[in-house]
């Protein structure tokens, strides 16, 4: 069965273009992105390296590391390597996982019959601390991915992980947010006494809390 939010996201060791990596001792205490290509050498992968390259600052400022994974060789993996910073001004600085046997693909179900037999799609896991799968995307291989999105939607779970909130439509960090419906008018009473705007009583809208 597919790997659902909330499974444990499955340990694994690989060769990558950094070495070795134990992916959950790669992770740490922090967050986790595991993000698979269809292949190397290709159009649409090349300019996705390079912008996950270019944000990996992003990444950093949000205790998250990224993992990328290819179904092809390191010697593969070194030269495109070259043409990934090449042709985007950016030279990877995070591992690329080298999976030609699909050992990783299969754990992570990346590879989807019916689109393909031999390549990746497009798939995004974030994991959390706990190594939890929190979130899964899974794109075609014609479409690329926004990684900018991807900084949005880990800044939502990781105020959503602290605070008792949820990140309304297109939320981006320091908006407003909605109070969990989990939480009764009393209780929210005593964390937000300045109230909430509620355009409908299911829905109360309050200040983003402090980190
Ligand atoms: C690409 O990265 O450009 C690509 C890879 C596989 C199929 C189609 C496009």
Redesign the pocket.
């Known amino acids: 069965m597919a790997l659902q939010l909330g499974d444990e996201a499955p340990d694994f060791t690989a060769d990558s273009t950094e070495g070795e990596i134990h992916f959950h001792e790669y992770i740490g205490d922090g967050w986790g992105v595991l993000f698979s290509?269809?292949?190397a050498f290709?159009?649409?992968?090349?300019?996705?390296l390079g912008r996950v390259a270019a944000l990996t600052p992003e990444f950093d400022q949000r205790n998250t590391r990224v993992v990328g994974l290819s179904v092809d060789g390191l010697t593969d993996h070194a030269t495109w390597s070259d043409d990934i910073e090449e042709v985007t001004g950016h030279r990877l600085n995070f591992p690329l996982v080298a999976d030609p046997d699909h050992q990783v693909a299969d754990l992570y179900g990346m590879i989807h019959p019916n689109a393909?037999d031999t390549?990746t799609v497009r798939s995004v896991f974030v994991v959390g601390p706990d190594k939890k799968v929190k979130l899964t995307l899974t794109y075609p291989?014609?479409t690329?991915r926004d990684f900018s999105e991807i900084l949005r939607v880990i800044d939502s779970l990781q105020l959503t992980a602290k605070h008792k909130v949820a990140t309304p439509v297109n939320w981006k960090n320091g908006e407003d947010v909605i109070i969990a419906g989990s939480v009764s008018d009393d209780d929210a009473k005593k964390q937000y006494p300045q109230g909430w705007k509620s355009p409908k009583p299911y829905i109360r809208i309050v200040p983003q809390p402090k980190a």
Request: proline residues 13%; contains cysteine.
């Open positions: 290509h269809p292949a290709t159009p649409v992968c090349t300019t996705e393909s390549m291989a014609a690329g």
